[in-house]
């Protein structure tokens, strides 16, 4: 079967148990920053049954339905795999980023859907995290490209500490929402900033994102600067980082 009781019950079947990965991804007002991938919750339909990303509010209806409609329903299977299976989850792909760099866009700024992606988040990964404490979780954090700048970090570093999720977390994903090269891994994340290294092989920058002042020209720096800063952010979370290729 291919739901998530098939996979995990087909994965249990096996001698070892086979590790099983799973995309957590259905916020209320999904993917404020795209049309493409638009989900299925909203904080407040339209006629249509689209979503009003214009209408600002707490969220409180679409939170609800998130938990008991999704969230609860994978909380229970998972629990009833705990210790059988190897679980990872990739939680909720283009979302904490847009509030760290969208703000100005009102599909990401409402009060709305920041209420939708922060609750929404810290539910998740709690409630997981409290169930099936063996569930290795990668919260997403967008690419390079996006969060790489100082600031941007800064702020999402800000966002994660503020939802007392970090204690769940075994790290990050990314490259999942957007994607950048994975270059070369540099001896430090801003090894290339300032034209401090000019013609090392991890120094090439194909977008010219160094110029922009943006240390995380390529993916493996960015894992680096992303690391970095959530050690010095966090106390006593040391992430570890996966990358969608």
């Not at 404490?133 to 966002?159: E, I, Q």
């Amino acid at each position: 079967s291919n739901t998530m009781q098939g996979i995990l019950a087909d994965a249990a079947s096996k001698s070892p148990p086979q590790l099983v990965t799973f995309i957590v991804y259905d916020l209320p007002n999904r993917d404020c920053h795209a049309k493409a991938s638009n989900g299925e919750i909203c904080c407040t339909y339209n006629v249509d049954g689209s979503c009003d990303y214009a209408k600002a509010g707490d969220c409180s209806a679409g939170l609800a339905e998130y938990k008991a409609e999704y969230i609860d329903k994978i909380v229970s299977l998972l629990k009833e795999y705990e210790g059988r299976v190897p679980i990872v989850l990739v939680i909720e792909p283009d979302s904490l980023p847009n509030l760290s760099t969208n703000h100005g866009d009102p599909r990401c700024g409402n009060s709305a859907t920041v209420a939708a992606y922060k609750g929404g988040i810290q539910y998740a990964v709690q409630s997981i995290g409290a169930a099936a404490p063996s569930v290795a979780m990668y919260l997403d954090a967008g690419h390079g490209g996006w969060l790489g700048w100082k600031d941007n970090m800064k702020d999402y570093v800000a966002t994660i500490r503020d939802l007392s999720v970090s204690s769940h977390l075994r790290g990050f994903a990314t490259n999942v929402a957007g994607y950048q090269a994975l270059g070369q891994m540099c001896p430090t994340y801003d090894f290339c900033l300032n034209n401090a290294n000019p013609g090392h092989p991890c120094c090439a920058d194909p977008c010219g994102l160094t110029s922009q002042w943006n240390p995380s020209h390529n993916e493996h720096n960015y894992a680096l600067h992303l690391r970095k800063a959530m050690s010095e952010g966090i106390s006593g979370f040391v992430p570890h980082i996966i990358i969608d290729t």
